[in-house]
């Protein structure tokens, strides 16, 4: 008589078995992982995310290359901006300890990511997908950044008003009417100035008037620094 309590365990080490056959293989394809049951795929999934989290260096590097036809886009994405946010943080940690630019190698030992992967994602991060996403979430989040500047400046902070024109695009153009001076403490247009204290006394509504006419571009004139 065949003893039912013994089933389950024979049943996982099969299975086990079946798993670590297929990840011995030199390349894992979608035709192998469509074999697996829905049990043996789960389990097959959850060895990859422990390899995954075990393996540093080039061992990492092969195991990718191992699985790279079975990848999703997203699996993909995620192990590059893992790459990214290590490498970022290394180079920074070692510029506040140390003072200088680390190597390729102090970052391949520093993130545990193989020197050649360090170097390859440092020369072609510009062109990823990934970071290009990236950037356009900061030039979402500059408006913001932008409203914070222009409070400032309507404070009376002049070096937030210099900051301002220039971030709204008016410090590279020169009008020949027009020409706006900024020193440490005043704002001088033609022959009126404007000291950190006018701008403290304006009223709500002159200073509305004011954001108005550098939102709308209305006077495009220069901040030349003297």
């Not at 365990?9 to 056959?21: D, F, G, P, Q």
């Not at 709204?168 to 704002?187: D, L």
């Amino acid at each position: 008589m065949i003893n039912t309590k013994t089933r389950p365990s024979v049943a996982l080490r099969v299975t086990n078995e079946k798993i670590n056959r297929l990840l011995a293989s030199e390349k894992i394809t979608a035709a192998d992982v469509g074999e697996l049951n829905q049990q043996e795929h789960r389990l097959f999934e959850q060895k990859i995310s422990e390899l995954l989290e075990q393996l540093n260096g080039t061992e990492r590097d092969r195991f990718l290359e191992k699985i790279e036809p079975i990848m999703h886009g997203n699996t993909k994405s995620d192990i590059w901006e893992r790459n990214h946010i290590q490498i970022s943080n290394a180079i920074a940690n070692h510029m506040r300890q140390y003072g200088v630019m680390p190597t390729k190698n102090d970052l391949a030992q520093e993130t545990g990511i193989s020197r050649q992967t360090v170097a390859k994602h440092i020369k072609e991060y510009k062109e990823h997908p990934e970071f290009a996403a990236q950037m356009e979430q900061f030039k979402f989040m500059s408006h913001k950044i932008l409203a914070n500047v222009f409070k400032q400046a309507s404070d009376g902070d002049m070096k937030a008003a210099k900051l301002f024109f220039d971030m709204v695009g008016t410090a590279n153009q020169q009008p020949a009417a027009t020409v706006i001076t900024a020193q440490n403490n005043y704002i001088q247009i033609n022959n009126t100035i404007l000291s950190q204290e006018n701008l403290k006394n304006l009223t709500a509504a002159q200073l509305q008037q004011i954001e108005n006419i550098v939102t709308n571009k209305a006077c495009e004139v220069p901040l030349l620094a003297v």
